[in-house]
């Protein structure tokens, strides 16, 4: 959940070191399995004897190795290089690529989304557009995961893409930048300010900081804040956001088992509260979603509305940790009898990325409400109890997202936009079956019954002003069929 200085980040090292020493050095302990290393030894032997394929000392390490963090609960385990830089780049929200979100469609990849002022809005490439090479590499067929480990890159390095658009085959250069990805949707609705949060990433404080700046700017002071289905992320990032809403006092306490860590008590100076808040919340509103639930109903910030929470109170943290064939060497240069990397580092020792056997991913702590609850495996009763909405259509009215107005779509097009104006559709009634990013003939046809309906030019293509009065519909049918929204917009008007 929390990125620790190097101080603070020294923990369970017994525990770590473990797990190696076992297999690789004698360990002397009275009464447990500690007391000769040659078991484990010979249970490798046994494997490799008896086992029908070919197993290596390495693999048979891996395996104990994530089988002993994996044993302790269900959100320890141990993470190679590679495993832990995909996780933590979802928890820190950024990477080197050109800001586009894609999807496959059949064996096409598909720009869905474009970020505002990114490379990929920078150099011209539009929702739509179809992504066929990248630097003479054929993405027809490829992952869309695949296709975006190939885009992806450092930044100030440059990407030649091949497009297909409108039928013809163009080629962009782009040049990568660090993208930042932003976790937070917000929105004016009818005076009430809208905040949906979809991770507590390291990006959020600086987007729902940009959230509540633009509500300040038109006068908005009721918010509701929808954390339904956010399972959590960054600590500081929880309590940032817990700041900007709970009065001065505490938000949370953090408490560790090892003597190695500190325990933290976190509080907000908030003098004056500037906002009316209601939260969203339901079964999938965890960790540092919690940790902001909490708080906001422990110190009387607002309302909690929904779904009792997920009740997840743990803290992680990553240890990186050394290689057998690194533990041995810096224990001879040095006598420093450790597999934490930290513990190197404070004793002046750097040793190389080469040198890091993966990250033990463990619980090292639990977190506490302001008023001492501890709500691990209990959750966060509301104060205003929704019922979650039901499908409408086959369609869950929470996941239906505006549309951008950034382009305008006919048939043969593809892109975000006419997923969710199918969703929307949908929603009206219209006849919509195939719910994908094709604009098809089935979607020409509903638009001109809506456009008819609505005595505007009935062209079948989704146009500015088409998009515009869907939006408008959208936002009735929340009011319609998200209890849980309607209840926070009650309260706050209450």
């Known amino acids: 959940m929390k990125k620790y200085s190097v101080r603070r980040a020294l923990c369970c090292v017994c525990s770590i ?12 302990a009275s009464g447990s399995v500690r007391n000769d290393s040659s078991y484990f030894v010979r249970l490798m032997d046994f494997i490799q ?33 590679n495993e832990r830089n995909e996780f933590y780049s ?48 054929s993405l027809v067929g490829v992952s869309v995961n695949d296709a975006a480990d190939i885009i992806r890159g450092q930044p100030g390095t440059k990407v030649r893409l091949g497009l297909i658009r409108n039928g013809d085959t163009i080629y962009i250069d782009v040049v990568r930048e660090i993208i930042k990805v932003n ?3 917000y929105e004016s ?33 009721r918010i509701v804040l929808d954390l339904r289905n956010n399972p959590g992320g960054d600590v500081a990032q929880a309590v940032s956001l817990a700041e900007k809403f709970v009065p001065a006092g505490p938000i949370t306490f953090l408490d560790y088992k090892s003597d190695m860590y500190v325990d933290v008590s976190y509080s907000s100076e908030l003098r004056e509260q500037k906002y009316k808040l209601a939260v969203l919340v339901n079964g999938s509103s965890a960790s540092a979603s919690e940790i902001v639930a909490g708080a906001v109903q422990d110190r009387g910030a607002g309302k909690l509305v929904g779904t009792k929470t997920f009740g997840k109170a743990k803290v992680q943290t990553a240890v990186p940790i050394l290689t057998p064939a690194a533990y041995f060497k810096y224990k001879q240069l040095f006598g420093l009898d450790t597999v934490n990397v930290y513990d190197l580092y404070n004793n002046g020792v750097v040793p190389g ?34 019922d979650d909405p039901e499908y409408i259509n086959g369609v869950d009215i929470t996941n239906v997202q505006k549309l951008s107005k950034t382009n305008v779509f006919k048939q043969g097009s593809k892109g975000n936009d006419i997923f969710n104006a ?9 006849g919509i079956d195939n719910v994908d990013i094709n604009f098809d003939e089935e979607l020409e046809s509903a638009l001109k019954e809506y456009q008819s ?15 515009t009065l869907l939006n408008v519909d959208l936002n009735e049918l929340i009011m319609k069929y998200d209890g849980q929204y309607a209840a926070a917009v009650k309260y706050l008007k209450s």
């Open 353 to 386: 990325q080469d040198e890091i056997y993966g990250y033990a991913q463990m619980t090292v702590g639990l977190y506490y409400t302001p008023a001492g609850k501890m709500i691990d495996g209990i959750g966060i009763t509301p104060d205003i109890q929704a």
């Open 453 to 467: 309906e609505k005595k505007i030019n009935t062209n079948g293509i989704l146009d500015v002003k088409t998009q």
């Open 90 to 137: 979802t928890i820190t929200g950024s990477f080197g690529g050109i800001g586009a979100t894609m999807q496959q469609s059949d064996e096409y990849i598909v720009v869905v989304n474009v970020y505002r002022g990114s490379p990929a809005d920078k150099a011209g490439i539009f929702q739509g557009d179809i992504i066929v090479e990248a630097d003479g590499t």
């Open 189 to 221: 609705r009818n005076g009430i300010g809208y905040i949906k949060l979809e991770l507590f990433n390291s990006n959020a404080d600086e987007y729902i900081t940009e959230a509540l700046k633009y509500f300040d700017k038109i006068g908005i002071s």
């Open 183 to 185: 976790p937070v949707i």
């Open 17 to 28: 070191t473990l797990v190696l020493l076992l297999v690789w050095q004698p360990v002397y």
């Open 49 to 81: 004897d008896q086992y029908y394929d070919e197993v290596s000392d390495d693999a048979l390490l891996e395996g104990a190795v994530r089988g002993m963090f994996g044993s302790l609960d269900e959100y320890s385990s141990f993470m190679n290089r």
């Open 422 to 430: 199918k969703l929307i559709l949908r929603l009206l009634g219209y």
